[in-house]
C-alpha cells in the first residue's frame, strides 16, 4: 500500500527555519517527481515546491523562492522541503504529493498532475 508519510512541522517565530520530511513507502519512489503544496486556513492549496524523479530539475512558487529548497534521497525514499527565513503567511498544513505519472515534469506536479497525497503536518510561524 503507497504511504506519503510528512514530518517536522512544528511552531517556529518569524525568521526561523523548519525542515518538513516526506518519507515514501510502497511506490517505485524513484520514478516520479514529488512536490510540496499548503494549505492555510480559508484559503485553496497552493503549490509550493517541486523536484523531478531524478532530483536534477526544481520549481518553486514565487513566494517562496530563495526561502526554501526542496531536495530529496532516493535510496531512502525522503523529500524534504528546507524553510528557512518564515513568515507569518507561512503558516499552513503542508502536504507531499507524488507526480500522477512517472517521469513527469516539475511543472506537471506545480499544475496538480498528483496521483497521490500525504497526510500533511502543520507549520505555524508566529509574529
Known amino acids: 500500500q503507497e504511504q506519503l508519510v510528512e514530518s517536522g512541522g512544528g511552531l517556529v517565530q518569524a525568521g526561523g527555519s523548519l525542515r518538513l520530511s516526506c518519507a515514501g513507502s510502497?511506490?517505485?519512489?524513484?520514478?516520479?517527481?514529488m512536490g510540496w503544496f499548503r494549505q492555510a486556513p480559508g484559503k485553496e492549496r497552493e503549490f509550493v515546491a517541486s523536484?523531478?524523479?531524478?532530483?536534477?530539475?526544481?520549481y518553486y512558487a514565487d513566494s517562496v523562492t530563495d526561502r526554501f529548497a526542496i531536495s530529496r534521497n532516493k535510496g531512502e525514499k525522503m523529500v524534504d522541503l528546507q524553510m528557512n527565513t518564515l513568515k507569518p503567511e507561512d503558516t499552513a498544513v503542508y502536504s507531499c504529493?507524488?507526480?500522477?505519472?512517472?517521469?513527469?515534469?516539475?511543472?506537471?506536479?506545480?499544475?496538480?498532475?498528483?496521483?497521490?497525497w500525504g497526510q500533511g503536518a502543520q507549520v505555524t510561524v508566529s509574529s
Open positions: 504529493a507524488r507526480a500522477k505519472t512517472a517521469y513527469s515534469s516539475v511543472l506537471a506536479v506545480r499544475d496538480m498532475a498528483v496521483g497521490y
Open positions: 510502497g511506490l517505485t519512489f524513484e520514478r516520479y517527481a
Open positions: 523536484i523531478s524523479s531524478s532530483g536534477g530539475g526544481t
